[in-house]
């Protein structure tokens, strides 16, 4: 559990345990571990009050997992071991939970790549440098910046590297919670699962909707698909491409927009997770600003 603090620049974190004390001892000695780690008999002292009493509550507050072992010193013929805080933070509750939703309510689309305020799955895009079949560079990078800005709206908690580049993923990666970016020319792990996708890329790089058996030729045409990864299905990718880059950056508009459209499924197969868009230029400066669900 985390204290969370938000001031004007960032959200500040803290590791903490909510108290379950009923005696003032206990607190008072929580407070004098605070300032350094101790042990009983000194701890006694300070509060002018009988050892075994003391060493009671330090019993206690083990027992409930406020306070820790962290060394041993060697007093006389016997070693006194010292105490530390378990946590640098605990907090009083005097009131129930009450639901704080970071995903909106009701919508599902992004378990399981979020869970616990935490990011749950890889992010895949393609390389920059010439790769693949068709030494093809990606230009998705941009895209994924931004929807890594709109997930990071959901975390509370960050704690490792979530984005790869295609050509560095290995084998055993693969088997886990992927968001993965571009087409198959420019993303290698896009080229292994686009057979298997039921919205996929056609051998002319156009987009081709099995659930629909449409064909769409735009380069501004956009594909979202969730659904279980094929290389485990226990977990779950999530594919946002286009027949080019423009059409990628399509997908995340409709991604970063439009969750709720999302969530609603094909509109030939609800059940199926697999929406196509198209990039609408509404401001006329000659990129995608906008998008329409054709499916």
Known sequence: MYVVKDDDERTLLLPAKELHLSKGVELRILNLLSKKPSYPKDIAKRLNLHEQKIYYHFRQLEKKGFVKVVGKEEKGAAFAKIYALEKPAFFMRFAEYEAAERIPKGN???????????????????????????????????????????????LVK??????????????????????????????????????KMPVNFDRKKNVYSSLSERTYYLDETGIIVKMPNPFDEAKTVLWLAGKRYMGTRAAVIAAVRHMNELERGNAKNPKIFAKVVEGLDEDGDGAADAVQFME
Do not use: C, Q, W
């Open 108 to 154: 599902s689309f992004l378990e399981p790549f979020i869970t616990n305020g935490t990011m749950n799955a890889k992010i895949v895009i393609g390389s920059s440098d010439p790769h693949g079949p068709e030494r093809a560079r990606s230009r998705d990078a941009a895209y994924a910046v931004e929807l890594g800005m709109f997930l990071g709206t959901f």
């Open 158 to 195: 960050k704690d490792s590297m979530n984005v790869h580049h295609d050509v560095d993923l290995h084998e055993h990666e693969l088997k886990d919670n992927l968001i993965i970016i571009g087409g198959p020319v420019t993303n290698r792990v896009a080229r292994m699962l686009n057979a």
